[in-house]
């Protein structure tokens, strides 16, 4: 701490203020030493983050905005958009689950703590009860609570969220989205006359207050300073684990905030010791409320017996008062356990087409594609309508799934043939109801969110008095899958799965007691290392740099296409191509438009792809190598060779 001691003495001599400020955020005495260093390095992000957001703000001439947030008023008005969404369902036992997690959420507001789960089975109204409770909260603690921050895992359903919060309920100034992509690399060209490559910088290079100030982005998105934020957990964590001070701006704006993360389980194994420890200390120090959102809570608390990296038994405070009657009383599903035996995508395909309406699941994108053809194929043998069979995977863009899903449930609704290949990005806030679920081997978790999309509004389960929604669960012939993390808990899963039929008993989703068994096994006994400790040492050392290179909350070697999927992603591209302008409407608009590829794909698009700008990798799919089904073809099609007049 030598170095660190010169420093403060320098600081101090410069401007004696430091040594003020510096003193009245002294950190608490009674910490052991461990706990102190890795407070030291969460003390230092919350002060640099507000000594960077207060000079760019001053530099740029602008004020903090501080907006209220008017708790008690969007409460108000969040419970009236609720009861209009549940007037015209049918009154049964998931009508009467929403309400009374709902009735929960406002109850256990005042609860003390800072910790808090909220265990609601698929299809019970979680996101929005959970918004309920932390603006109840903030009502109750108005001096406490600055903002609410939505963190959901996925961009797939970010934009459906975001949209109700900004349209139905807050109103779109009230509410920041901010999420990852490439497009926050463009810098607009004010000046005419200049070259493309003058025109884009990296994105270290870029003034920010510049950028916003040409763009009309706001810049709340630096600092997060609006009374509603909906992001990824990507943006949000590695936000906290950044030695960036773009990154880093935003952190001091964390606390004082509740954080609602839905979908919790879906947060890395191998990471899990550092996020733990971060919001334990933002909790702890910084006045910030966490709400983990699940239907299937994993084992974050350790057993008495383990001493292990994970929180102590009774750290999290439960939300609802009875979670395990309400699992038992909300089945709709039956799950079938069909492993024993390996089948093909022609099997599959056939499965599926006995009902007139099926969602099969799997693992790989690859997976998806070859299943879809199989079932295309056989539908048209059978003279069936091509139309009502469909593919959804992150091969096809945002816009494109949005389009596709609104077809799925339209024929849902109506009652017309359905049936969908999907990859997981079903799994998780996709509010789609079908009689039968192909799900392909897979996490435990991951099949028990594929449940809810069987049955998910409980009409046939209420009507034949008995679970009525099926969830078939099959081992494909090609078994591939994610690899890793993955790939073990896969492997658990069949364990369980195996042990419980052993016993004469199923795995079904109110199997709570093989649930926690499935969590305690897949993060109680792995290596410490599998759960991030040697990024815990980082921390410990403070060291930010290093840190910050080795925390990674997914793969980011993906590379971002633009793909012409409608007219108005190829008129957007166009106007990017002539004027090399990101207006806030085209970045709105491209962002839609965008697919990521892993490098093999990458590799094998490249005959499909213009790189527009090398230096930023900007790439942008070809016209022809989008197809309208399957979403980004990585072949030229025949109408590449076509020369035009």
């Known amino acids: ?47 640099f983050s507000c000594l960077i957001d207060a000079d760019r703000l001053n530099s740029a001439g602008l004020d903090p905005k501080q907006a209220p947030l008017n708790a008690p008023e969007r409460l108000g008005g ?9 007037e015209p369902a049918a009154d049964g036992p998931v009508k009467q689950m929403r309400q009374r997690v709902l009735e929960d959420c406002l109850n256990a507001a005042g609860d003390p703590g800072n910790l808090f789960s909220l265990s609601v089975p698929t299809g019970g109204g979680k996101t929005l009860s959970a918004m309920a409770f932390a603006l109840m909260r903030a009502a109750l603690f108005p001096e406490r609570f600055r903002r609410v921050i939505v963190v959901i895992p996925y961009l797939s359903i970010i934009e459906q969220n975001a949209k109700v919060y900004a349209a139905d309920v807050f109103g779109a100034e009230a509410l920041l989205e901010h999420h990852s992509g490439s497009l926050m690399k463009l810098k607009v060209a004010q000046s005419q ?53 773009k990154d880093l701006r935003r952190v001091h704006n964390v606390a004082r905030s509740i954080v609602i993360l839905d979908e919790v389980q879906t947060l890395p194994r191998r990471l899990l ?11 702890d120090d910084w006045d910030t409320n966490f709400v983990f959102s699940t239907a299937t809570q994993p084992a974050f608390e350790r057993p008495e017996s383990r001493k292990d990296l ?47 309406q ?69 799994e998780a806030g996709v509010d789609v109801d079908f009689p039968l679920v192909l799900r392909a081997l897979a996490p435990l978790d991951s099949i028990v969110q594929a449940a809810g999309r069987a049955d998910r509004e409980g009409r046939r389960t209420a009507k034949s008095g008995h679970p009525a929604g099926v969830v078939v669960v099959f081992r494909p012939e090609d078994n591939r899958m994610p690899p890793n993390e993955y790939a073990e808990a896969t492997a658990v899963t069949e364990s369980i799965v195996e042990q419980t039929r052993l016993n004469g008993k199923s795995v079904q989703v109110d199997s709570a007691e093989e649930m926690a068994t499935y969590f305690e096994r897949y993060y109680g006994e792995c290596d410490e290392r599998a759960l991030g400790s040697e990024l815990v040492l980082l921390r410990e050392k403070l060291k930010f740099a290093t840190l910050a290179d080795e925390f990674e909350m997914i793969n980011n070697r993906t590379k971002d296409v633009f793909v012409p999927d409608d007219d108005e992603a190829r008129v957007a591209i166009a106007q990017l191509r002539s004027t090399y302008q990101l207006t806030p409407d085209l970045r709105r608009t491209l962002q839609r438009h965008t697919v990521g590829l892993n490098p093999s794909e990458f590799k094998k698009a490249q005959g499909v792809l213009e790189e527009f700008d090398a230096e930023n990798e900007i790439w942008i799919a070809a016209d022809y190598a989008y197809d309208e089904r399957l979403g980004i073809i990585f072949e030229p099609g025949p109408e590449a060779y076509v020369l035009s007049s």
């Open 273 to 283: 010791a550092p996020l733990l420890g971060m919001m334990k200390e933002l909790a």
């Open 358 to 426: 099926c969602l099969s699941i799997v693992n790989l994108r690859d997976h998806a594609k070859e299943l879809f053809d199989q079932v295309l194929l056989l539908a048209e043998q059978r003279g069936m309508n091509r139309d009502g069979v469909f593919h959804l995977s992150t091969r096809m863009c945002a816009a494109h799934r949005l389009r596709v899903l609104e077809k799925i449930r339209n024929r849902l609704k109506s009652g017309a043939p359905c049936h969908v290949v999907s990859t997981q990005l079903v």
């Open 310 to 356: 994970r929180w102590p038994a009774g750290t999290l405070r439960e939300i609802v008062r009875e979670p395990e009657v309400l699992r038992s009383e909300l089945r709709r599903v039956e799950l079938r356990w069909e492993i024993q035996q390996p089948i093909s995508w022609p099997q599959v395909a056939e499965r599926g087409l006995e009902v007139s």
């Open 1 to 47: 701490m030598k170095e660190a001691d010169n420093l403060f003495q320098r600081a101090s001599e410069d401007s004696p203020n430091v040594r003020q400020a510096l003193q009245e955020l002294s950190m608490p005495a009674a910490i052991t030493p461990t706990t102190a260093e890795l407070k030291a390095d969460l003390y230092t992000r919350m002060l």
């Open 193 to 245: 006359g200049r070259s493309p490559e003058e025109m884009y910088l990296p994105a270290e290079e870029v003034n920010e207050e510049d950028q916003y100030r040409h763009t009309g982005m706001r810049v709340e998105t630096e600092n997060w300073d609006a009374p509603f934020i909906v992001t990824t957990s990507v943006r949000f964590f590695e936000s906290l684990f950044s030695n960036r001070p």
């Open 78 to 86: 969040l419970i009236d958009h609720l009861d209009r969404l549940q």
